[in-house]
T-cell receptor
Framework: DVKVTQSSRYLVKRTGEKVFLECVQD?????MFWYRQDPGLGLRLIYF???????EKGDIPEGYSVSREKKERFSLILESASTNQTSMYLC?????????????????FGQGTRLTVV | AQSVTQLDSHVSVSEGTPVLLRCNYS??????LFWYVQHPNKGLQLLLK??????LVKGINGFEAEFKKSETSFHLTKPSAHMSDAAEYFC????????????FGRGTSLIVHP
């Protein structure tokens, strides 16, 4: 089975802290994503990556950055956490069906990290 | 750009009655469409997917969905609701115009009464 593992289920951080959310997948997927989930808003894409060291902004990248140094790991970084970043964060991965950054395949999700910024 | 609209934020049914969760999509290309389910405090699980094969797609736990291009719809149905179906359901679209990035609807909360 595909496994996407997020390092923490729950995190509490203080305003202004630098926060790292880690995600690891074990299926050699090319594509990885970070979403945040808020009630009534569904999942919104923060950043995605279709290859090692490649990253693309999603719909709401402000206040976030990412790192993909290895194929299996995709990290989300909150440079200076703020209370409006309190949310559920979901990591996902998928296989690329061809050499283009095609993401037309099922995405597999981690269990999520519920981050509270106080 | 691709988009998806889930027409109901909440749907309430009685156990044993049919379920209908509505989804409309917008896409300039041949889309792939998915339904995911999220139970409380759990991750997202794929229920079913449409990727240009049969228009009637069967998924897990008795759910199915029909792709209707003329109506740009991909509604999720189940003949008989079970208490364990109570969850949040997300309709998802991806296509070439959106770089095949999964784009989510806002979700429909399914409530099942005894």
């Amino acid at each position: 089975d595909v496994k996407v593992t997020q390092s923490s289920r729950y995190l509490v951080k203080r305003t202004g802290e630098k926060v790292f959310l880690e995600c690891v997948q074990d299926m050699d997927h090319e594509n990885m994503f970070w979403y945040r989930q808020d009630p009534g808003l569904g999942l919104r894409l923060i950043y995605f990556s279709y290859d090692v060291k490649m990253k693309e902004k999603g719909d709401i990248p402000e206040g976030y950055s990412v790192s993909r140094e290895k194929k299996e790991r995709f990290s989300l970084i909150l440079e200076s956490a703020s209370t409006n970043q309190t949310s559920m964060y979901l990591c996902a991965s998928s296989h690329s069906s061809n050499s283009l950054p095609s993401l037309n395949t099922e995405a597999f999700f981690g269990q999520g990290t519920r981050l509270t910024v106080v | 750009a691709q988009s998806v609209t889930q027409l109901d934020s909440h749907v309430s049914v009685s156990e044993g009655t049919p379920v209908l969760l509505r989804c409309n999509y917008s896409s300039s290309y041949s889309p792939s469409l998915f339904w995911y389910v999220q139970h409380p405090n759990k991750g997202l699980q794929l229920l079913l997917k449409y990727t240009s094969a049969a228009t009637l797609v069967k998924g897990i736990n008795g759910f199915e969905a029909e792709f209707k291009k003329s109506e740009t719809s991909f509604h999720l149905t189940k003949p008989s609701a079970h208490m364990s179906d109570a969850a949040e359901y997300f309709c998802v679209v991806s296509d070439r115009g959106g770089s095949y990035i999964p784009t989510f609807g806002r979700g429909t909360s399914l409530i099942v009464h005894p």
